[in-house]
């Protein structure tokens, strides 16, 4: 399984990016995929996760009301929809893949068996 984010950019305090993790294998689809985000100097934190039927979403505190994530109809793309983005979401964001799909949503990233690359996402004040 192979995952490649993108979709990262330079944007103003209060607009919106889409990211979007792409990913090879065809077992991918029954696999859960989350977002995870890491700033300079911090470690890995979670954003969201969703199931790998897209039945449910997981999200933290901070992503809740302002980030959407969604699975592509074909299921081999994830999307994670950030509006209203803050300063403070600024860092390197990745998606990753957990092979356990039939537990619940996990939002530790050792959890998570495969890492796309990172996507870097920038908000100016």
């Known amino acids: 399984v192979q995952l490649q984010a993108s979709g990262g950019g330079l944007v103003q305090a209060g607009g919106s990016l889409r990211l979007s993790c792409a990913t090879s294998?065809?077992?991918?689809?029954?696999?859960?995929i989350g977002w995870f985000r890491q700033a300079p100097g911090k470690e890995r934190e979670f954003v969201a996760a969703?199931?790998?039927?897209?039945?449910?979403?997981l999200y933290t505190d901070s992503a809740k009301g302002r980030f959407t994530i969604s699975r592509g109809n074909a299921n081999n793309t994830v999307y994670l929809q950030m509006n209203s983005l803050k300063p403070e979401d600024t860092a390197v964001y990745y998606c990753?893949?957990?092979?356990?799909?039939?537990?619940?949503?996990?939002?530790?990233?050792?959890?998570?068996?495969?890492w796309g690359q990172g996507t870097l996402v920038t908000v100016s004040s």
């Open positions: 990753g893949a957990d092979k356990n799909s039939m537990t619940v949503l996990r939002s530790t990233p050792g959890a998570y068996d495969y």
């Open positions: 294998g065809r077992t991918f689809s029954v696999y859960n």
């Open positions: 969703i199931r790998w039927r897209g039945t449910s979403t």
